[in-house]
């Protein structure tokens, strides 16, 4: 169980059965009465953010999260199976995973966070290698100006901007944090 006190940035409690991330927090402490916490809140399971001021005497309940490292076997029209240590089957639909089902590969290892028994969300590793399927030639220009890109596919489907150095068949690494290019890793 938490006090108001307790509250800070990402901190997590448990809001009307729902896990909830504080994202931002802002104390204040008006002349006379109570201290006035508010907090800028992040549904764990929809996403939905809101915001919600809280009194001294407010207690809020911990989330039960589990956090499991488990391995990804494969996908299934559209949803993602995963293996646990005792190699059972775990199902993450494409919306839980987000923009990280395109930079899974065959027995990668994810940390998964469970509430309820279910999965609310994937983290990756911070750096995974994918080949260039599908590259624009690059025009030389301005480079003087900045950072010069093209658009890139990756296997798997996902689109990023890449260098004009970088070629189709480059095996190149992506920062799944950002989704950005990180560097090249090898070429074909």
């Not at 108001?4 to 901190?11: F, I, M, N, V, Y």
């Not at 915001?51 to 001294?56: A, E, M, N």
């Not at 990804?72 to 199976?81: K, T």
């Given at each position: 169980?938490f006090d108001?006190?307790?509250?800070?940035?990402?901190?997590k409690?448990?809001?009307d059965g729902?896990?909830y991330?504080?994202?931002?927090?802002?104390f204040s402490?008006?002349?006379?009465?109570?201290?006035?916490?508010?907090?800028?809140?992040?549904n764990?399971l929809?996403?939905?953010?809101m915001?919600?001021?809280?009194?001294?005497n407010d207690r809020?309940?911990?989330?039960?999260?589990l956090q499991?490292?488990i391995?990804?076997?494969?996908?299934?029209?559209?949803?993602?199976?995963?293996?646990n240590?005792?190699?059972?089957?775990?199902?993450?639909s494409?919306?839980?995973?987000g923009?990280?089902?395109?930079?899974?590969m065959?027995?990668m290892?994810?940390?998964?966070l469970?509430?309820?028994?279910?999965?609310?969300?994937?983290?990756?590793?911070?750096?995974?290698?994918?080949?260039?399927?599908?590259?624009?030639?690059?025009?030389?220009?301005?480079?003087a100006?900045?950072?010069?890109?093209?658009?890139a596919?990756?296997?798997?489907?996902?689109?990023?901007?890449?260098?004009?150095f970088?070629?189709?068949?480059?095996v190149?690494?992506?920062?799944?944090?950002?989704?950005?290019?990180?560097?090249?890793?090898?070429?074909?």
């Open positions: 169980m108001a006190s307790d509250l800070r940035k990402g901190l409690i448990q809001i729902a896990p991330l504080i994202t931002d927090f802002d402490k008006p002349g006379k009465g109570q201290a006035i916490y508010n907090c800028k809140l992040k764990m929809n996403g939905s953010t915001s919600r001021s809280f009194r001294s809020f309940e911990k989330p039960e999260l499991r490292t391995r990804f076997s494969y996908e299934n029209a559209g949803q993602h199976i995963f293996l240590e005792e190699f059972e089957e775990i199902t993450i494409a919306e839980v995973l923009r990280n089902k395109f930079f899974l065959d027995d290892p994810v940390d998964a469970f509430f309820n028994n279910e999965v609310i969300e994937v983290e990756l590793p911070n750096l995974v290698e994918r080949k260039i399927i599908k590259c624009d030639v690059g025009a030389k220009g301005n480079t100006a900045g950072k010069v890109t093209k658009p596919v990756v296997d798997g489907g996902y689109e990023l901007a890449v260098p004009l970088v070629n189709e068949g480059d190149i690494r992506i920062d799944t944090r950002t989704g950005e290019y990180n560097d090249r890793a090898r070429s074909n």
